[in-house]
């Protein structure tokens, strides 16, 4: 199970290699300290979800910040802002979606929406 510096660590990495991805698709040299930036908020990025969802609560913690459709929709503003070319923000947002790829192999996965909701009011 992956934890706040795993998470961290892998959102960190992510960043930056979006952010290098981006820089070689424009044709220009990357920047060290918006490189370091990127590193630093990808990191905080790759905890979103948890800073949302309490995870003290235990492994039912994921609520909607882990759900499927917060990962889609993270995944949309990813797509918008890589083409219209904000890559810091591009970068931030693909660390951010690293937290759901990670859950989602654990064996609790990502809940959907319509599970959250099922599992407040009926259980
Ligand atoms: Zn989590």
Redesign the pocket.
């Known amino acids: 199970m992956p934890n706040k510096t795993m998470h961290r660590a892998r959102g960190a990495n992510a960043a930056v290699e979006d952010y290098l991805a981006s820089c070689g698709e424009k044709g220009h040299p990357p920047d060290i300290v918006t490189m370091v930036a990127v590193a630093w908020l990808g990191g905080v990025a790759g905890n979103l ?2 800073y949302l969802d309490d ?1 003290a609560r235990g492994p039912s913690h ?1 609520g909607w910040a ?1 759900s499927l459709e917060a990962y889609g929709f993270l995944h949309g503003l990813y797509i918008k802002a890589r083409k219209e070319g904000r890559t810091v923000e591009a970068a931030v947002l693909r660390a951010a979606m690293t ?1 759901h790829e990670e ?1 989602a192999q654990t064996p609790a996965g990502l809940p959907s929406l319509l599970e959250i909701l099922f599992r407040r009011f009926f259980n």
Do not use: E, Q
């Open positions: 979800p948890d995870p994921r882990h937290h859950d």
